[in-house]
């Protein structure tokens, strides 16, 4: 009896076990063919759309004695840092494409360790749609950037960056690219005409750029722009229970040549401005610059230019001579101390040569030398007193530290004279003016 109770029980756990044991197969079989049917689809849902997830983290220490202006004796240096933050999302599928791209900037300290206020924002956020073969419509808050980077750029120093509310069509076929941009603002909605306090330089914006590849390495590129700034004048202020609007109109263009098989490359460029600006002057500033480059090995190259922006020497006759800039990358050009980003209205010429060497694929180096000179003579007391406002010389080090970080060191000085003082509006300064930051860009990609 017991010999058969042995067998009973062991016979049936055996038969318990091997059926327990089918059935966990037939489980993980079930629970594979799920999976695999899942990422045939996940394969089959990538294919066609595409979705990345990727972000910047950008902490900046300046030591500013002298920065954009002479400083005083009887003033220390300033030194700070400051952070631009942007987590940016981008999704593409067939003939639509969107991003979207949160900001936060900030100078260390500027917020309590304990706050509850926001600071956060959206830099871009629009969608674009193909419309027809080559060409797009783009519409939302984005960045525009064209050419040389003069009138529209996303510029990169900048730790707010400059975006706009607009719509964009775009055309772009074989060698010829063209873009219309039109642009409205308004403080909020609206049931009758207001006055716009002005966020934004225009209350209007339209816009018409054309890039054409005439021969292999040559480009030409056209650009006009019209915007409807407000009349703020008192009597233009009273009138705002119907439009009305001044319009300044920038156009102009580019003719750059770069061929990779010359080591030659140079870009000119003209812009002529006309229409009325916001106090009702008649506007006829222009701005004319050429740079040149020329690569004189693997690593070593050297750059000499000008820029020309037209001044005013009458400030009573209601016609404004001086170039009024747009939405350019200020830091870009004419020195990176920023002295002359605010145009002078007298002007200003930059004479300026520099050198770059790419030392290594993960670091590089660049020097540049700026002289300075008004357009129109600067008067002291009615007496004119000439047009040097001084020279600058800076220095830049890139360090590609990994695949996601990169450091930027750079320090520049700048030589007064006394006209430097007079259009800067200061009595006396008697220290050389210096500048130095370090800068770590770092820009992980979270998910692609």
Not at 19 to 27: L, P, Q
Not at 239 to 262: D, P
């Amino acid at each position: 009896m017991i010999n058969f109770f042995n067998y009973f029980f062991t016979q049936r756990y055996s038969f318990y076990f091997i059926t327990k044991k089918i059935n966990r197969m037939i489980e993980l079989k079930a629970k594979r063919d799920v999976v695999i049917c899942l990422l045939c689809t996940i394969s089959a849902f990538s294919g066609a759309q595409t979705v990345v997830v990727d972000g910047e983290i950008r902490p900046r220490m300046e030591y500013r004695d002298g920065f954009s202006k002479p400083l005083l004796e009887t003033n220390d240096p300033g030194v700070f840092a400051v952070q631009r933050t942007r987590l940016n999302l981008a999704f593409t599928t067939g003939d639509l494409s969107t991003y979207i791209s949160f900001q936060d900037s900030r100078t260390f300290g500027q917020t309590p360790n304990a706050s509850g206020d926001a600071t956060t924002g959206i830099y871009e956020a629009w969608a674009e749609m193909l419309i027809a073969p080559g060409g797009s419509f783009k519409m939302g808050r984005q960045t525009l950037k064209y050419d040389d980077n003069r009138l529209f750029s996303a510029p990169a120093w900048s730790n707010t960056g400059t975006s706009h509310d607009v719509a964009l069509f775009k055309y772009n076929i074989n060698d010829f690219q063209g873009h219309i941009g039109l642009a409205y603002n308004n403080n909020a909605a609206i049931s009758s005409e207001t006055y716009y306090s002005p966020v934004s330089k225009y209350r209007y914006m339209g816009f018409v750029w054309l890039s054409k590849n005439i021969i292999k390495g040559l480009t030409l590129s056209a650009v006009g722009v019209d915007e409807g700034v407000q009349d703020t004048t008192v009597a233009g202020l009273k009138k705002y229970k119907k439009i009305t609007m001044n319009h300044a109109y920038t156009f102009g263009g580019n003719l750059k040549y770069q061929n990779e098989a010359s080591p030659l490359s140079a870009l000119a460029t003209a812009y002529f401005q006309a229409g009325k600006s916001s106090i009702g002057s008649k506007m006829g500033g222009n701005l004319l610059a050429l740079k040149v480059d020329y690569k004189i090995s693997g690593i070593f190259s050297a750059h000499v230019g000008a820029d020309f922006l037209s001044g005013d020497n009458n400030s009573t006759d209601g016609i404004q001579t001086n170039f009024k800039k747009l939405y350019g990358a200020d830091h870009t050009f004419n020195g990176t101390m920023d002295y002359w980003d605010a145009p002078l209205a007298q002007g200003l010429r930059d004479y300026y040569g520099g050198l770059s060497a790419n030392v290594t694929n993960k670091l590089s180096l660049e020097t540049a030398y700026h002289l300075f000179n008004t357009d129109k003579q600067l008067k002291n007391e009615g007496a004119q007193v000439g047009r040097n406002i001084g020279s600058e010389i800076d220095f830049i080090v890139n360090y590609k530290l990994n695949e996601w970080t990169t450091i930027q060191g750079g320090w520049s000085s700048y030589f007064t004279t006394a006209n430097t003082l007079l259009a800067k509006n200061i009595s006396s300064a008697n220290r050389t003016p210096q500048w130095a930051y370090i800068m770590f860009t770092i820009k992980p990609t979270f998910f692609k």
